[in-house]
């Protein structure tokens, strides 16, 4: 390790408490939410995943968590602790510089094309270790050199190499080295195996996973995709319109979805058997920031389960044992056969709800599969 970084008192994985988050985009229709009031937690240790539909805010989320949201965007509301940090929301200057990098390690979307075309991964690491003050810079470029290896990957090669000289696959683990190398102990992946073929992508959940478990890390991973989710993530929120829908444990939210987002993403997901075409794309489109409904449910214009209620009021966020679901209808009991879910809200796991129950155990298989 080059240096020891701020870290949580006792050292460990650093607890994340988000709460009343909004964050809004000036647009010519005036400052618009991207993010509107989301609360969750990153427990120590976990990997949390993070999936919606494109534009539901998910990115947005995520670069609140270094205090990065750029102009046009602002965090207007809310607070994001982080163990050892404190409000990130509240940190400035030198202090937020310093943030990111040695306690916050991030990988961009698209981190496959984020490198500097111009310069040896190894030039930009040392960048990176002068930008933060580390001092020992030949420390820094053993543990550089380890974790690439460990991603199987020639270090000294890699750190030679400019961008064009690299794989998808190989960047995207040159991305992850970067939010390592500095020993952060909060770990930001945004889509990060997007683009990739299957066999890397399966390659680049196991790193994931492995590097996690070893380092001690706290993990947030954004994804458009259920099955990466389902393969990695402990815990699972699923966003929609710029809000958390529904959160918990995630083999209990893809086996017993209770809003009915997450069952419409999940029969969106292509079986591993059976008929390709038992796969029921979720009708309609996301909202953009222009067609977000200021009151009410967000996800009213495409929900089976639309009802009165959800014209006017925000459906607030119910407790069903260690899941939190915001929804009138799974509020009131009420999902019926009209959207195939269960009888009540409460845990009725046959008939329908069974079905999908086979669902959500269906993509982690097809995850797993996948990795095979
Ligand atoms: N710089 C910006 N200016 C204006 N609007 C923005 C800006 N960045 C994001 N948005 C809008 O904010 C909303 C949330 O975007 P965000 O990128 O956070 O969603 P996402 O779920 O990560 O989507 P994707 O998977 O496509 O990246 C979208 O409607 C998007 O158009």
Request: aromatic letters at 2%; one cysteine or more; charged letters at 25%.
């Amino acid at each position: 390790m080059p240096e020891t970084p701020p870290a949580t008192p006792d050292g460990r994985a650093p607890g994340v408490r988000i709460s009343g988050l909004s964050v809004v985009y000036r647009t010519p229709a005036g400052e618009l939410p991207a993010v509107s009031g989301v609360d969750l937690e990153l427990p120590p240790g976990t990997i949390t995943g993070v999936v919606g539909e494109s534009g539901s805010g998910k990115s947005t989320l995520a670069l609140s968590l270094l205090n990065a949201v750029q102009p046009p965007g602002r965090i207007s509301a809310g607070s994001v602790e982080i163990d050892g940090l404190g409000d990130v929301v509240a940190l400035r200057g030198e202090e937020l510089r310093r943030a990111r990098g040695r306690h916050v390690g991030y990988v961009f979307q698209a981190a496959q094309n984020s490198l500097n075309p111009l310069k040896t991964v190894g030039k930009q690491l040392l960048d990176l270790g002068r930008s933060h003050g580390v001092r020992d810079l030949r420390a820094l470029v053993r543990e550089a050199r380890e974790l690439l290896g460990r991603m199987g990957l020639d270090g000294a090669r890699v750190l030679d190499s400019c961008q064009h000289e690299l794989s998808g696959g190989m960047r995207q683990r040159v991305g992850i080295m970067f939010a390592l190398v500095l020993n952060a102990h909060l770990v930001v992946l945004d889509e990060p195996t997007t683009a990739l073929d299957m066999i890397t992508q399966a390659t680049i959940l196991r790193i994931v996973r492995e590097v996690h478990a070893e380092r001690g890390l706290t993990t947030l991973v954004i994804t458009h995709d259920l099955g990466v989710v389902a393969e990695v993530a402990d815990r699972l929120a699923v966003m929609y319109g710029g809000r958390v829908v529904e959160q918990g444990p995630t083999r209990d939210v893809l086996a017993d979805p209770r809003h009915p987002y997450t069952r419409g993403l999940l029969r969106a997901v292509p079986r591993l058997t059976g008929d390709i075409g038992e796969a029921r794309a979720l009708p309609g489109r996301p909202p953009t920031l222009g067609t977000i409904p200021a009151d009410g449910c967000v996800f009213r214009e495409r929900c089976p389960l639309r009802m009165d209620a959800c014209e006017t009021g925000r459906p607030p966020a119910v407790a069903y044992g260690a899941r939190s679901v915001s929804c009138h209808a799974a509020a009131e009991n009420r999902a019926g056969p009209e959207d195939g879910g269960p009888g009540t809200a409460a845990g009725d796991r046959d008939g329908e709800d069974g079905a999908e129950a086979r669902g959500g155990e269906e993509v982690a298989a097809g995850a797993r599969e996948e990795q095979a």
